[in-house]
């Protein structure tokens, strides 16, 4: 089905245009436009709301005080309000000074964010979604869900087309990762069925390429090693291990296993990207960089861990301890040329945490509080640039974070996304939120 | 997967969901005595440290205590407050006690851990449950039916939910309701369970099953609906789980028979109500689904029975079970492999062997490395269902362009009864985030200016919009670039007009000297003499004229003065200058002496090099007026050279000024990164707009070529062109990424951002020797080969849906979610069934017991205070057949008054109560047969019935807060009016004192019962309208259901009185409706001759299945089809069946002479699709399990 697409006007009074019809769609409208697509508007409302320091203080909410595992009936808030609000000035915030003349601050007004739906693709799963991750480029979309299949989507220009249904797991499929294009255009599934799945597009089909079955356990997370180190990828079982999956040619994989990672279960993986320690500015090429190889996961044991590659075993480097309940997600943010290495993990417990590690050493990390959420906090993830955190919630929401001038993590966008429905949380309530 | 173990023998309780870490409390059990035969008593801590991989619990507290335990839990009581941090451990005594304990205190090893500590209870306390929703009351059980409800906070006296049950009988479990506060239930070993409403201070329903053999051991509210729970069974006779539904608790909804042996304790998961674990004394801990009955996780255990099972709180995947062998498991379920046991088992030889040195060695054994990829069997399967708890519902990722791709998956409303949302649309939602507006209308700003070339008003417009004047001296800087004449403008810039200096100058000298000077002038021309004498004037004298310069300017210095030697230097010659001129340097200290200096000696480099950069200013400015255009950017660059690595910050930044003019837009870049917070977009905005605007300006100015582009600019302006990709726009980035450099970062972004626009690949060869080119790890070559699709892992998910095991399926029944406005419409249609209940024939037997098998008025009984004074008009005409029906409302007379406080209802809403009965038993006196009639008679009362019940039922359950006077208004009025409609003929219930949720077999009950007064006849009880079609066709439909449906079919009761000794022994389940009414002979009237050979060969035919059936369950359904088919016998009596049925009998009875009773159920199959469904309702589907029966046993 292929959906109208409107494009809100920005500003306060949002004026729908309808583009559906007029923009010229490369792909092939072969099926009918549908009544029911809706135009969204993506909530959006900023606050400058820094989370106070002291969020580790338990919530007295009565809501959450009794059963963090019970799944909250209905969203937060409801459709009422319209999408008629747009975005709402905040207060004035801080200001941004740049350190040129310091004799004088330009004052900045904090810039509100827009966040607005381009494309909405129906992905006509039977079941519940549980991941959807773009391509490198962002032009082909792929999700995977319930009912085991894995789809891709083009969804250039706003289009929507499906490119494969691929079908190969026998069980719900909790997540998708694309690797990187310099080696074709392949994509990693894992699934409740204890598989790892390796899809790989051949002459414009897609097809299964290689299938892991080392798990004994529901496979919850996989991710690709940064490309510079070859294709390797990390999978992460309720079965509390970790496998790393290593392509070595002709078509064969290599595997190691590092057992017992995460006592009844591993929740997720996220790789380091490749930074040579010490060298802020690429190295001359020729010479083969010293790469450490780094990825981070999350468990039932409520622990982060890092694991680092020494003499072609894992070993793990450090428990990062902070979380008092599952770990739901782990995302080691990309390297934009500093020295700092950045990692958010979210958990069941409803805390959203930052680790920053500054040595090279990849020794002292520490954590910093970004909010405490009231529900359980499912996904965390960086943007391209590293500068926003998207961290999406059991209550329905996303929310974007960004760091500011002065160390501390701000809400800069509430989106809440759905029937187009808004959330107007009253001013002060954010801190609760 | 086995995770941890403590060899106790003990009762456990986990630590509340709120408490991290996770504690597992265990206290000695009172009832069993482990291998020491120890009775000495104790109650421990441990904590369920899951990064320790061993099988060891890490003990935290022990406590020797004087009691022994039947039951421990944990409550929150207190946590949020802060006063316990750990809230309070609850423990049931032997001796009726009930112990508070601080486990906080036990945990640091206090002496003094017991908050409070009451004996209130006869015998030992076997159940306790603390309410979630107000976590200071605590419900306690024990024997003799004590239940007390404790209130933490004043624990001084509890309270009790209502008066006892009787007969007293001990209570084995006790379980509050999940969704409403006010609910509790209890259960006895005699498979009675209570439940109790406590605003009302009552039992407002009791359940029970038909048969005495449950003996119930668990007993658990469904954690989602309010209205659902289980209750276990222990005997081995009966080794079920039942799964009931408060609103409709004639029968229960699913019975769960996955046990072989009797079920010793069950727990239901809070975190996903799919997961009920049972374990039972077939040594098996089953997790199943109560909603579907399937099995869905065996969890691998030794051989040993569990008594106590219990899912941990806080940790959806963990459970503890306590076996008999005297140890506490704890377990996860989602799989795993046993790994960790084993190596604990190799441990434990170890230290056996003497801590890991077995020989003396002073070497410790290397450790055991256990071979991976072990045996298969070591793999322990996950659950078969995914939990609920792994399912990620939302998620947002971010991809390249700023997008940020979301989804998210509508929460299954888990409000009972609302269904599933038609279609649920699964969509993924794309946005584009855009947080740096001002960074994206800037870089707009910037490209048009460059599109449009004019930068010149660009610059002014930055300079009247600069803020700091650093700003705006760097934009004028810039703009000069665009200028005629470019280096005064500069001067200017920095302060230096030719035209101001000028004036300056003029009125320097204006003010005082002017005048003074031209007299001096005027007064030259007087005449002087040449002296020659020995002083210093004379010896210069004599130099000159003998034209000694030399010594004539040396002489001139010697006596400092200046001017003379520098006059005569001038005379004497370049070279004479020259070294004059330095020698004066050399002895002048003035100020401007230096840059006097050079500007004689145009050494500019001197300046640049030596001056005090604070005078950087005017260092720059000399340069700019005397340096040649070949040497003055490097002079430039000089400048800002040393003003960059001077400490000072601010003469830092300035050094960008000097770059400017040297046009050294590499420096530049250098210079602003370094003084700039590089992470913020509009920091770099400022730069890339200098930037580019100052290589517009030295494209215009000196031939260089623009595409040359340094490192570190192009690694700005690839920052840039991701900047604002992460923006989303693409195609500005691209304008702004440098063409033709062969840096490999850029290339790549250029073909990331081509192909994200859309375009047509440059080409997956380029990108890759691209990266080729790059320093690869271990990268292979990848593409080719892939090997082809393993063989698929072992399938261990069934395919295709299980259709939901017979007879658990009852319209309107099944679904646990559905609402009661879903109910309706099948319920309904029940109703219209029903409506062959009227052609009972009015001769019926009179000892006939039907049990009103509905929930709806037995729900609503306790609310119906006595008396139905309104219904006493009504007489009946027809003594003969009058039954003296008893109304279940009425009959409970006896409870009604013991709840003082009790709103008492209007006496408008007590109708209901006989309004209820009054058309059943109009149309029952009538026996009008024929749909119209009775389809009038029995829509009427649905409507009230239904709706009294579903407010009984919100009532109790949902509206938690409403006000109980007027619940049922509106359905009184509407009976009200209906009743007049009634014929008058039936006799009204009497008021009735006998508490008819007594159980028939209950003696004391029976005394109480009252004979049935104006009642010349026996009672034919009426069959409720509620339920009993439905059921019966659906056994019908399901030949095996296990459940024969006891309280729709009212015969087998009436027809069998003394199988269970009692008269009217309750047969049915739940409800039973007391009705054991004095029994008189009703002579029925005979079967017509024609039509006896149908009853005969019935019943020959159930007695030949009878003998050669050989399991209870067929028996029972069997005894239970004979009885039911009395409902074929009467209409066979009254001849009410249609010519086509009774043919259609006949031919089923044929059929049956010979043994085709495959041919039977063809011809019933066409009987039942052919005729009116409400005429053969009542017996058809019973024929079909006999024929079935007959057939599967080939009698």
Redesign the interface.
């Known amino acids: 089905m292929l959906e109208k697409i409107m494009v809100w006007d920005q500003g306060p009074t949002p004026r729908p245009r309808e583009t559906g019809a007029a923009l010229p769609l490369s792909v092939n409208q072969t099926q009918p436009i549908s009544d029911s697509a809706r135009a969204t508007q993506l909530h959006l409302q900023f606050h400058v709301c820094v989370h106070r320091p002291s969020g580790a203080s338990r919530s007295n909410a009565p809501g959450e005080a009794g059963q963090p595992w019970r799944a909250a009936g209905g969203a937060h808030g409801g459709p009422a309000a319209a999408a008629s609000s747009c975005a709402r000035e905040g207060p004035r915030g801080r200001a941004g000074a740049p350190r040129a003349g310091r004799d004088v601050l330009v004052l900045v007004s904090p810039p509100a964010p827009q966040v607005s739906v381009i494309n909405t693709v129906d992905t006509s799963h039977e079941d519940m979604i549980h991941d959807a991750q773009m391509d490198y480029y962002g032009t082909r979309l792929a999700t995977c869900s319930s009912d085991r299949s894995v789809k891709i989507f083009d969804v250039r220009n706003g289009g929507q087309i499906l490119i494969a249904d691929l079908r190969g797991h026998e069980g719900p499929v909790w997540q998708v990762a694309w690797a990187h294009p310099m080696y074709g255009n392949i994509l990693a599934s894992c699934s409740y069925d204890r598989k790892v799945i390796i899809w790989k597009e051949e002459n414009g089909t897609w097809e299964k390429t290689y299938e892991y079955t080392g798990h004994d356990s529901s496979v919850n997370s996989v991710c690709w090693a940064p490309h510079d180190y070859g294709l390797i990828l990390a999978c992460g079982s309720s079965d509390g291990a970790i496998s790393l999956l290593s392509y070595t040619g002709d078509g064969q994989w290599e595997v190691k296993k590092i057992s017992n990672a995460h006592t009844i279960g591993c929740n997720a993986v996220s790789w380091a990207p490749a930074v040579v320690p010490g060298s802020l500015i690429e190295q001359p090429s020729g010479q083969k960089p010293n790469y450490i190889k780094r990825f981070a996961s999350g468990g039932c044991d409520n622990l982060v861990k890092i694991w680092k590659e020494e003499d072609g075993q894992w070993k793990e480097e450090q428990k990062l301890e902070a979380h008092s309940d599952w770990v739901r997600d782990v995302a080691w943010a990309p390297s934009i040329g500093l020295p700092t290495s950045t990692i958010a993990s979210c958990s069941q417990d409803g805390r959203v945490f930052i680790w920053t590690c500054d040595d090279a050493s990849g020794n002292s990390w520490s954590p910093k509080l970004l909010h405490k959420f009231n529900d359980v906090v499912w996904h965390v993830s960086w943007s391209i640039t590293a500068n926003i955190l998207a961290v999406s919630g059991g209550d329905n929401k996303v929310t974007l974070w960004k760091e500011s001038v002065d160390g501390l993590w701000a809400c800069i966008s509430d989106v809440n996304k759905g029937q187009g429905g808004v959330s107007a949380l009253p001013e002060g309530q954010q801190n609760e939120q | 997967?086995k995770?941890k173990e403590v060899d106790r023998t003990a009762m456990q309780a986990w630590s509340p969901?709120?408490q991290?870490?996770i504690y597992l409390a265990t206290g000695t059990s009172a009832q069993q005595l482990d291998a020491t035969f120890s009775t000495s008593a104790s109650l421990e801590i441990f904590e369920l440290d899951?990064?320790?991989?061993s099988l060891n619990m890490k003990s935290c507290a022990t406590f020797s205590s004087s009691h022994r335990y039947h039951k421990l839990i944990w409550g929150?009581h207190s946590?949020?407050s802060g006063e316990r941090v750990s809230g309070v451990l609850i423990a049931g005594g032997e001796n009726g006690n009930v112990i508070l304990y601080d486990p906080d205190k036990i945990i640091a090893g206090d002496t003094e851990v017991i908050i409070a500590q009451k004996d209130k209870h006869t015998g030992p306390v076997r159940a306790l449950d603390v309410n979630?929703?107000q976590?200071n009351l605590v419900a306690s059980g024990a024997n003799e039916s004590e239940i007390y409800i404790w209130d933490l906070n004043n624990f001084a006296m509890p309270m009790t939910p209502g008066v006892k049950t009787q007969p007293l009988e001990d209570i084995s479990s006790i379980a509050w309701n999940r969704q409403v506060q006010h609910i509790l239930a209890s259960a006895s070993p005699s498979g009675r369970a209570t439940v109790w409403d406590l605003r009302k201070n009552e039992p407002i329903i009791k359940v029970s099953d038909h048969n005495n053999r449950m003996h119930c051991s668990g007993l658990a509210w469904h954690?989602d609906v309010a209205t659902q729970m289980v209750l276990a069974s222990e005997d081995d006779r009966l080794p079920v789980i039942q799964m009931w539904d408060l609103r409709f608790a004639s029968s229960p909804l699913r019975v769960l028979e996955s046990h072989t042996r009797g079920i010793l304790a069950i727990a239901w998961s809070?975190?996903d109500s799919e997961l009920l674990l049972s374990c039972g004394k077939d040594a098996k801990i089953l997790c199943s689904s109560p909603n579907t009955g399937e099995v869905l996780y065996e969890l691998p255990t030794n051989t040993q029975w569990c008594f106590d099972i219990q899912w941990c709180?806080?940790?959806?995947?963990?459970l503890s079970a306590a076996s008999f062998d005297g140890r506490i498991s704890i377990y996860?379920i989602?799989?795993?492999?046993t790994?960790?046991l084993r190596q604990k088992q190799v441990d434990q030889l170890s230290s056996s062997f003497g801590n890991l040195d077995p020989f003396g060695t002073g070497q410790p054994l290397p450790p055991l490395q256990l071979p991976?990829q072990t045996v298969p069997q070591s793999?322990?399967?996950?659950l078969k269902k995914?939990p609920?708890?792994?399912?990620?519902?939302?998620?947002?990722?971010?991809?390249?362009?700023?997008?940020?791709?979301?989804?998210?998956?509508?929460?299954?409303?888990?409000?009972p009864g609302v269904q599933q949302q038609e279609q649920q649309?699964?969509?993924?939602?794309?946005?584009?985030?855009?947080?740096?507006?001002?960074?994206l209308a800037r870089s707009n700003q910037l490209q048009e200016a460059v599109q449009s070339e004019g930068f010149v008003s660009y610059c002014q417009k930055k300079i009247d919009t600069a803020?700091?004047?650093?700003?705006k001296n760097v934009w004028a800087f810039l703009k000069v670039n665009f200028e005629e004449d470019s280096r005064v403008k500069y001067l200017e810039l920095l302060g230096y007009r030719k035209d101001d200096l000028r004036k300056k100058v003029n009125c320097a000298w204006n003010v005082k000297d002017h005048k003074q000077e031209t007299e001096d002038l005027g007064s030259a021309k007087k005449t002087f003499n040449i002296s020659v004498s020995g002083d210093v004037d004379g010896l210069i004298t004599q130099a000159l004229l003998t034209g000694n310069f030399e010594s004539a300017v040396d002489l001139c210095l010697h006596d400092n003065r200046m001017a003379d030697a520098i006059i005569l230097a001038i005379s004497g010659g370049q070279e004479l200058l020259s070294r004059t001129q330095e020698k004066y340097f050399a002895k002048m200290q003035s100020k401007i002496t230096r840059l006097i200096t050079a500007v004689v000696t145009k050494n500019w480099k001197e300046i640049v090099q030596s001056c005090d950069l604070r005078n950087w200013r005017e260092a720059l400015a000399a340069v700019l007026t005397y340096a040649r255009p070949d040497e003055f950017a490097a002079l430039c660059d000089l400048l800002g050279n040393r003003l960059e690595s001077e400490g000072d910050?601010?003469l830092q930044?300035q050094a960008c000024l000097c770059y400017i003019c040297a046009g050294n837009v590499e420096k530049l870049v250098a210079c602003?990164t370094k003084?700039?917070?590089g992470?913020?977009p509009?920091?770099l905005q400022?730069l890339i707009e200098k930037v580019v605007i100052l290589r517009k300006a030295v494209q215009l100015s000196q031939t260089v070529d623009p595409n040359v582009v340094g490192?570190l600019l192009a690694?700005k302006m690839s920052q840039y062109a991701?900047?604002l990709?992460?923006q989303g726009s693409i195609a500005a980035a691209l304008t702004f990424l440098p063409a033709n450099t062969n840096q490999?970062?850029i290339v790549l972004l250029r073909d990331?951002l081509c192909?994200?626009r859309?375009d047509i690949p440059v080409g997956?060869e380029a990108?890759?020797a691209q990266?080729e080119?790059?320093?690869?790890?271990?990268?292979?070559?990848?593409?080719?080969?892939?090997?082809?699709?393993?063989a698929?892992?072992q399938?261990y998910?069934q395919q295709g849906d299980n259709p939901p095991p017979p007879g658990f399926i009852m319209p309107g029944a099944v679904n646990p979610n559905m609402p009661p406005q879903q109910v309706t419409p099948s319920n309904y249609s029940m109703y219209s069934q029903a409506g062959t209940r009227p052609t009972y024939p009015q001769t019926y037997q009179a000892t006939q017991q039907y049990s009103c098998g509905t929930g709806g008025p037995a729900l609503y009984q306790p609310q119906q205070p006595i008396a139905v004074p309104a219904s006493a008009s009504y007489t009946n005409p027809a003594p003969n057949t009058t039954p003296p029906y008893l109304p279940s409302a009425p009959a409970h007379s006896l409870p009604s008054p013991l709840y003082p406080g009790q709103p008492q209802p209007s006496p408008t809403s007590l109708n209901p109560v006989c309004s209820f009965p009054l058309p059943l038993g109009a149309s029952f006196q009538h026996g009008r047969p024929g749909p119209p009639a009775t389809s009038v008679a029995y829509a009427l009362p649905t409507g009230p019935t239904e709706q009294s019940y579903k407010d009984v039922l919100s009532l109790c359950f949902l509206s938690v807060l409403g006000p109980q006077n007027g619940w049922n208004d509106p359905p009184a009025l509407n009976r009200a009016a209906k009743k007049k409609k009634v014929p008058s003929n039936f006799l009204p219930p009497v008021p009735i004192t006998f508490p008819i949720m007594n159980p028939l077999a209950d003696p004391q009950s029976q005394v109480q019962q009252p004979p049935a007064p104006a009642a010349p006849m026996g009672a034919p009880s009426f069959q409720p309208p509620h339920l009993p079609a439905g059921p019966a066709v659906l056994q019908g439909g399901y030949p095996t259901a296990p459940q024969p449906l006891g309280p729709c079919v009212g015969p087998p009761a009436a027809s069998k009185p003394s199988t269970e000794g009692a008269p009217g022994a309750p047969i049915g389940n739940a409800i039973q409706h007391v009705q054991a009414l004095p029994t008189e002979k009703i002579t029925k009237k005979p079967i017509p001759e024609e039509h006896l050979v149908l009853k005969t060969t019935f019943e020959a035919l159930i007695q030949r299945c009878l003998l050669s059936a050989s399991d209870p369950q067929t028996k029972r359904k069997l005894d239970d089809a004979n009885k039911r088919l009395e409902f074929l016998y009467d209409k066979l009596r009254e001849q009410t069946l249609s010519p086509t049925i009774i043919s259609g009998l006949h031919n089923i009875v044929k059929s049956i002479e010979t043994r085709n009773y495959q041919e039977g159920l063809n011809i019933h199959t066409h009987i039942v699709s052919t005729s009116n469904f409400s005429e053969t309702s009542a017996f058809m589907p019973v024929l079909k399990v006999v024929l079935t029966q007959a057939n599967k046993l080939g009698v």
């Open positions: 997967m995770l969901a709120q991290h870490p899951l990064s320790d991989p929150p946590m949020t979630m929703f976590t954690p809070m975190a709180p806080r940790n959806p995947a963990v996860s989602m799989g795993g492999s790994d960790s991976q793999v322990v399967l996950p995914p609920k708890w792994i399912q990620r519902p939302v998620g947002a990722s971010f991809s390249f362009g700023g997008k940020l791709v979301t989804f998210e998956n509508a929460k299954l409303q888990q409000q649309h699964h969509h993924v939602y794309v946005s584009q985030v855009v947080t740096e507006k001002e960074f803020q700091a004047d650093f700003e910050s601010l930044t602003w003084a700039q917070d992470n913020n509009l920091s400022d490192a690694e991701n900047l990709a992460a490999p970062n990331r192909r994200a859309g997956q990108l890759k990266y080119r790059q320093p690869k790890g271990q990268a292979g070559p990848v593409v080719e080969q892939m090997q082809g699709p393993q698929p892992s399938q998910y």
